[in-house]
């Protein structure tokens, strides 16, 4: 059984990512404090460093955050729904974002 450190919640808001000079969108499916799942047709190497940029309910500033690409499904499986996408950990967060990035996911 997977134990995740922070609570993960659905939602699905644009999301912009950038690794090294290219900026790319997707879509969120899912969000944490420690993370989130982009969903995109374009993924990233896993332990790339990326950084995204997003908009939360209830947050009037866009959030923006460096991560790490942690694991990537590139396809769906035949047979079994995936969504393409990869599992993004969120780095170096200030306390500000963070209160930000908290308030946000519990206005979900």
């Known amino acids: 059984m997977e134990k995740r450190k922070y609570i ?8 912009d990512f950038m690794d090294g000079s290219d900026m790319e969108i997707g879509y969120t499916k899912d969000i944490a404090v ?3 799942f982009i969903e995109t047709e374009r993924v990233v ?28 499904e590139e396809s769906k499986a035949i047979g079994q729904y995936k969504t393409p996408g990869m599992g993004i950990e969120f780095l170096d967060m200030n306390e500000s974002i963070k209160l930000d990035l908290k308030k946000g996911i519990n206005n979900i």
């Open 8 to 15: 993960r919640k659905k939602i699905k808001v644009m999301i």
């Open 34 to 36: 420690g993370g989130v």
């Open 45 to 72: 190497r896993p332990g790339s460093i990326v950084f995204v940029d997003f908009y939360m309910p209830g947050i009037k500033k866009k959030l923006k955050l460096k991560g790490k690409v942690i694991w990537v």
